[in-house]
């Protein structure tokens, strides 16, 4: 769709002189054609106004919304006060039952059951009165609700705000730059927007104010911290973590959607949110062998990482230990806590950490079990560093989110935005950290313009950690299926920060990389599916904002929604839109395959034409002139999605045949790859080859014919580049991919069954063969043939079942992805086996 057409669609309509006027933006360069440097100068002006207008609306929205909340805050705890719900000391002395969400009605209804037997006029007149007054309250409660589910829509709208109109910015100084011939953008992202960095906001401050005051007014000032031992070292309990990329479209209307359900986790509510409390820093030991680093990436038994991480001022090492899921023992963290100044120290074996160990217990602070558990820890630490060489080697930082109920862990979820990988290594000859353990010319700045492009990794999406701890036999709750099922993510088991820091930054010593490296070009952005339950939507009461057809902040698992979220979308337009996105979408709504889809695109096509044929010929030529109806305007129709479609884009953004031959899926069973093995052969390699190069020869002529309004507008990012959608991927020149492959117990156990199945079947044989030694004649030379053809077929058995158990184990041990099936082994036994039957019965036979 065009720009133009996508911002008046998705804008705000209360806000919309607000936004960019893109549209006038646009007329200004076309209408003063040729260029010249009055129309510069006039149409940066024009810049500069937009850019202006744009910042003071959003610093003063997001002033506006500030204040709004610490009113609603305000008034819910006073409202709290006079309800009085509050707990005291006293009630929590007296053992009183927990309160619960939505409480309002029972507690009014205690308080009647109480004073029901009074026979005082007055006091029945009072309580008359309080049960009004507490009705009241309630009924301001639910109306707070209201203003709140307002509030969290007006926030995801003004993220919207700010990530369109930079898109906007970007798109118009590129046609600025492609009709006028002068160069813009440079000096564009370099002075204009750096003096007005609109786009930059953080938008935490509001969340964590918003999630807050959701908070109290949905618990009615008495948040629920339910079972604190949820996810400890109960064995009933089942844990699992997952891992997800975030496109940065996506970060606030995600935010939004798990406070919802869980409020962001602060650990000090007194104090006001700054940056630099979601601010963690982590730098990873490895040796020049990177053998940490290989062990993590190949989950390996007993593979180890080694990391020293801080949040502000504290600092500690944290040992993260792998092992196998279906041992019982899951990847176990253990840490301790170390000063910065005994850091060097430390790694190079001058100090060791009993003494502190020892302080502690004598304080009082730590169990004699717990200080034992923290010495063997720093010692296994400190003997690993010295004797394996390990030195720091790469640092990650990142701002994080955490959402979880107080004194809860059934359900923690973590957000990881701004994610950096920085190297701290030496292996190139140059000392990063000058003989310190680690470098001091970062901080928290990100993006540290200080570093140089090969220094530093800019992750581009963030990172969203799921961990669960279920009952056995317990589903996790519907919310969370909804949300990792939704648009708004992308799921990337076993995704580690360290390993895609090494892959990224040291390409030259490593060949194993992880297998969502040749992913990164791809677009995770997804289409909104017509049954999303995550979409953030306006109320429909909102008497202010008429213009948004909503009815709750998420859906409901019963309501239905738009496939596509646009706000606001005025009353009346849901069924058109979802028409129009399903008859785009079609391929992915009836999974089709692409042929499949292609066709039935030109039978219905086909059809259309023929019927436009017949009505234009009943009609007469009168009515078939230039004014003609058309039944699609090339101008405003969305291009097909290339991900929906029978094509695939190559690196030069244009169109070749999609080759199915090609596909890989990295999530596909093990049996497809071999990390010993190229991903694709040379056949497969060659096609591709070919595609690219004939797509290539006609890119120049393709580029200067297209508009980029008149395009697929999904297939330019904010700053303007071309995204690049495709169904395939391969692993980059002259390195391997390491694609998690993970062995169940029923392998082991199918491999030692098959083993004892021919075991079985060589000792029947070797009966026989003893049978027939033993029975016969020594001067029987039939039976003395046909023993010794038995005894023959039954070692073989014994050493063909010995060697294939061996075979197995070893390549499941190794985790290698080889064909465990033997075609020939099991059918040359049985050949041998009809051929000892045959010689016996034919010799006998010969004897008559």
Same mark, same amino acid.
Request: with cysteine; charged share 20%; aromatic share 8%.
């Given at each position: 769709m065009k720009f133009g057409r996508r911002i008046k669609d998705s804008r705000y309509a209360e806000w919309a002189d607000q936004y960019i006027a893109y549209g006038d933006l646009k007329k200004q360069i076309k209408s003063n054609l040729p260029w010249n440097d009055t129309a510069e100068a006039n149409f940066i002006q024009s810049l500069k106004n937009e850019l202006t207008k744009c910042e003071k609306f959003q610093r003063d929205k997001s002033q506006e919304l500030m204040s709004q909340i610490n009113t609603l805050e305000k008034e819910v705890r006073g409202l709290v006060e006079k309800a009085g719900l509050q707990d005291d000391d006293d009630d929590e002395e007296d053992g009183e039952e927990e309160r619960t969400p939505g409480d309002v009605e029972r507690h009014v209804q205690d308080r009647r059951d109480d004073d029901g037997g009074s026979d005082d006029d007055d006091d029945d007149d009072d309580d008359a009165s309080s049960d009004i007054s507490i009705d009241a309250i309630e009924e301001r409660f639910r109306e707070l609700e209201e203003e709140v589910a307002i509030l969290v829509a007006d926030v995801h709208d003004l993220a919207l705000f700010t990530k369109l109109n930079f898109t906007g910015f970007i798109k118009i100084v590129k046609k600025h730059d492609k009709l006028t011939g002068f160069s813009l953008k440079p000096m564009f992202n370099k002075e204009v927007l750096e003096s007005h960095p609109f786009y930059r906001m953080n938008y935490d401050p509001l969340i964590v104010k918003l999630s807050k005051l959701f908070d109290l007014v949905r618990t009615r000032g008495h948040p629920v911290e339910g079972d604190s031992s949820a996810g400890g070292s109960q064995n009933a309990f089942v844990r699992s973590t997952t891992k997800y990329w975030v496109h940065d479209d996506n970060i606030v209307p995600l935010k939004l959607a798990i406070m919802k359900h869980l409020p962001v986790l602060v650990f000090d509510p007194n104090k006001e949110f700054s940056k630099a409390d979601s601010a963690i820093t982590s730098i990873y030991f490895d040796n020049e062998d990177l053998e940490l680093y290989l062990g993590r990436l190949e989950k390996t038994e007993g593979a180890e990482a080694i990391r020293m991480r801080w949040y502000g001022d504290v600092k500690g090492i944290t040992r993260k230990t792998h092992r196998e899921d279906w041992t019982g023992e899951k990847s176990v963290k253990e840490r301790f806590v170390i000063k910065e100044d005994k850091m060097n120290d430390f790694l190079s074996g001058r100090?060791?950490?009993?003494?502190?160990?020892?302080?502690?217990?004598k304080k009082g602070k730590k169990s004699e079990k717990d200080v034992e558990g923290m010495k063997q820890l720093a010692n296994e630490i400190q003997y690993a560093i010295v004797t394996r060489k390990l030195r720091p080697v790469m640092r990650t930082f990142y701002n994080r989110t955490a959402f979880q109920l107080p004194g809860n862990a059934t359900v923690r979820i973590s957000l990881d935005t701004e994610l950096t990988m920085v190297r701290e290594d030496n292996f190139d000859g140059h000392d990063r950290t000058n003989g310190n353990w680690r470098r001091n010319d970062i901080g928290i700045d990100h993006p540290f313009p200080q570093l140089p492009p090969g220094e530093k990794e800019l992750f581009p999406y963030g990172v969203l950690e799921v961990k669960l701890a279920t009952k056995v036999g317990e589903e996790p709750p519907q919310w969370i299926r909804d949300l990792i099922n939704s648009h708004l993510v992308e799921?990337?088991?076993?995704f580690s920060k360290f390993i895609h820091g090494c892959a990224s930054l040291l390409p030259e010593r490593v060949d194993l990389v992880p297998f969502w490296l040749p992913q990164m070009d791809q677009d995770i952005r997804k289409p909104v599916s017509a049954k999303s339950k995550v979409?953030?939507?306006?109320?429909?009461?909102?008497?202010?904002?008429?213009?948004?057809?909503?009815?709750?902040?998420l859906h409901s698992p019963g309501q239905s929604s738009q496939p596509s979220y646009h706000e606001p979308v005025s009353e009346g337009e849901e069924d058109e839109e979802f028409m129009v996105q399903v008859a785009k979408n079609e391929d992915e709504h009836l999974r089709l395959p692409p042929d499949a889809a292609a066709q039935a695109r030109a039978a219905r096509d086909f059809r259309e034409k023929k019927l436009r044929e017949e009505a234009t010929a009943r009609a007469g030529p009168s009515r078939a002139g230039p004014s003609a109806p058309k039944a699609h305007d090339d101008d405003d129709d969305d291009e097909e999605d290339d991900k929906n479609s029978d094509v695939h884009r190559h690196s030069n953004g244009h169109k070749a045949p999609y080759d199915p031959s090609l596909r890989i899926d990295p999530l596909a069973s093990s049996d497809r790859f071999d990390k010993n093995l190229s991903l694709l052969d040379a056949k497969s390699l060659k096609k591709l080859n070919d595609a690219a190069n004939k797509s290539k020869k006609t890119s120049e002529v393709d580029e200067e014919d297209e508009d980029e309004d008149e395009g697929v507008d999904e297939m330019d990012d904010e700053e303007g580049n071309r995204v690049i959608y495709t169904n395939q991927f391969k692993a980059p020149a002259g390195k391997r991919i390491a694609v998690p492959v993970r062995v169940e117990p029923k392998v082991v156990f199918a491999a030692e069954r098959t083993f004892l199945k021919w075991a079985h079947f060589a000792v029947l044989l070797g009966g026989v063969s003893i049978a027939l030694l033993n029975f016969i004649s020594?001067?029987? *030379?039939? %039976? $003395?043939?046909?023993?010794?053809?038995?005894?023959?077929?039954?070692?073989?058995?014994?050493?063909? *079942?010995? %060697? $294939?158990?061996?075979?197995?184990?070893?390549?499941?041990?190794?985790?290698m992805a080889v064909n465990y099936h033997d075609k020939y082994g099991p059918t040359f036994l049985c050949i041998a086996l009809i051929s000892s039957v045959l010689v016996n019965l034919i010799l006998r036979l010969r004897e008559l």
């Open positions: 100090y060791t950490m009993d003494d502190e160990f020892d302080a502690l217990l799921a990337v088991p076993k979409l953030i939507e306006r109320p429909h009461s909102n008497t202010h904002s008429s213009a948004s057809a909503t009815t709750s902040v020594p001067s029987d *030379s039939v %039976g $003395m043939i046909s023993a010794g053809c038995f005894t023959i077929t039954a070692l073989l058995a014994i050493a063909y *079942s010995g %060697g $294939m158990y061996a075979y197995r184990i070893v390549k499941l041990r190794k985790r």
